[in-house]
């Protein structure tokens, strides 16, 4: 039972290991906070929310610009990777609870739920081109792809 269950949540998760992505959050949210504390303490209050978003956003840049550059590189991708998968089937899971929620009159769960769909097919995307750049790495560094993309 542990193995099927194994096996399913390998397929739901894109065969990205947790810990790897855990990590990747873990350095990400690091980045965050310290130009947060950093931007805050020597220059504004009310720009350090900005230096927040825009820290990690450069460490990702950074990494998906070259992947296969280093493994450190290729290690943040594959976090980033797994939380867009992740985002994205839990948008699909409030999408389709809204049915329920919307007493499954199509019209009312369409007009309330849509923002769920539109963020699942957006994070789709993203995994999907990431997928492909993770793969391709993964290939340069010779290393067996953790993502297997459909044909």
């Known amino acids: 039972m542990p193995y099927l269950i ?46 927040a978003m825009v820290a990690p956003l450069a460490v990702f840049g950074w990494a998906i610009w070259r992947p296969a550059a280093s493994r450190l590189r290729l290690w943040i991708v594959d976090g980033v990777y797994l939380a867009a998968r992740l985002a994205m089937w839990w948008a699909g899971i409030a999408f389709a609870i809204g049915l329920v929620a919307a007493g499954f009159r199509v019209d009312r769960w369409l007009a309330g739920e849509w923002p769920q769909a539109a963020t699942a097919g957006f994070f789709w995307l993203v995994q999907r081109a990431l997928g492909a750049q993770v793969a391709r790495s993964h290939r340069i560094l010779g290393e067996r792809s953790v993502i297997e993309l459909d044909a």
């Not at 065969?15 to 303490?41: D, E, K, Q, S, T």
Request: charged share 10%; glycine share 18%; aromatic share 14%.
């Open 6 to 51: 194994g096996m399913i949540l390998g397929d739901l998760l894109g065969r990205i290991g947790f810990f790897r992505a855990a990590g990747a959050a873990l350095l990400l949210g690091g980045v965050a906070f310290f130009a947060y504390r950093l931007v805050a303490a020597n220059v504004d209050p009310t720009m350090a929310y900005g230096a």
